[in-house]
């Protein structure tokens, strides 16, 4: 098994990359493990029998790695480091929880950073004036299956019915590696944020590697759970809109078809499908146009 995974990481990296395996110049092996001949003969195999290139020795080329890196951050101007770009990038997705535990990614994985992204949201009842904001990194599009790095709360926010505040998520990574989180609310400028260090709850590259493929594995499980949270977002909202023309209209008939409709959402078992959320959705539309 752990001999697969250091294939599944090789495989990840040249996704990551965007390159085949054929484009690779070089297959250079430098490190304890790729002492192993086991793994020697793996990587030669799915290189398609390639020759795998061993003589580094592996303290020289991290002690030469490391002058590289620090005459880079110094500035150093040299023939050995002017052409060579290392850059730094987010090791996971990194995003908030929205209804449903949906994980709504501001900062995709492999990002270079210093990076800055913000995006809109809103709220989910009516008259709500505060909101609990969970931040994650990962891969999955459930946040259950992510690692929850902190949360914060942000009070003050514009007292209207659901959908209507405008609060603006930021992301913002520095050069060190240190993620704040902020929130404001576009109306009433209420404010709120979060600093979480390179160290505080972050995933060894171990960790990383394993969440990655984790996602990978669990991609068609997670797609069907999002088209279910998905459908069932489209059929409260419908539900709200209804109620709030029984109400104001004062029929009985259309109020009538919103207690049943909510009652069964309440109730609705683990096996509910995207085809019976959808056929609620649209008999709630079709009671509205006769009413």
């Known amino acids: 098994m752990h001999f697969k995974r250091c294939i599944d990481t090789v495989k990840a990296v040249l996704v990551d990359a965007k390159t085949k395996p054929a484009e690779v110049g070089d297959i250079v092996l430098v490190g304890g493990s790729t002492r192993i001949v086991k793994v020697q003969?793996?990587?030669?195999?799915?290189?398609?029998?390639?020759?795998?290139?061993?003589?580094?020795?592996?303290?020289?080329?991290?002690?030469?790695?490391?002058?590289?890196q620090g005459a880079i951050l110094m500035g150093s101007r040299s023939s050995a480091t002017q052409s060579l770009l290392l850059v730094d990038v987010t090791p996971l997705s990194l995003g908030i929880e929205l209804t449903g535990k949906v994980m709504s990614t501001l900062i995709k994985r492999n990002t270079p950073v210093p990076v800055r992204k913000t995006k809109q949201y809103s709220t989910e009842e009516d008259y709500q004036t505060g909101v609990d904001i969970l931040v994650f990194e990962g891969e999955r599009a459930v946040t259950d299956g992510n690692n929850l790095l902190g949360e914060f709360h942000i009070s003050g926010i514009e007292r209207a019915k659901r959908g209507v505040p405008k609060?603006?998520?930021?992301?913002?990574?520095?050069?060190?590696?240190?993620?704040?989180?902020s929130a404001m609310d576009v109306t009433t400028k209420a404010r709120a944020n979060i600093t979480i260090s390179n160290s505080k709850g972050r995933l060894s590259s171990d960790e990383v590697d394993r969440m990655v493929m984790e996602a990978e594995r669990m991609k068609r499980e997670d797609a069907v759970r999002l088209a279910i949270i998905e459908a069932r977002n489209e059929l409260e909202p419908a539900l709200y809109q209804v109620a709030d023309i029984a109400a104001a209209t004062n029929n009985a008939d259309l109020a009538a078809v919103v207690d049943a409709t909510r009652t069964w959402l309440d109730d609705a078992p683990p096996t509910t499908t995207v085809a019976m959320l959808r056929a609620k959705t649209s008999a709630l539309q079709a009671a509205l146009s006769e009413a």
Do not use: Q
Request: glycine share 10%.
């Open 167 to 181: 609060i603006d998520v930021t992301f913002d990574i520095d050069v060190n590696g240190i993620l704040t989180v």
């Open 41 to 68: 003969s793996m990587l030669s195999e799915y290189f398609g029998g390639r020759e795998l290139c061993k003589s580094i020795n592996p303290d020289e080329a991290v002690a030469y790695g490391a002058a590289v």
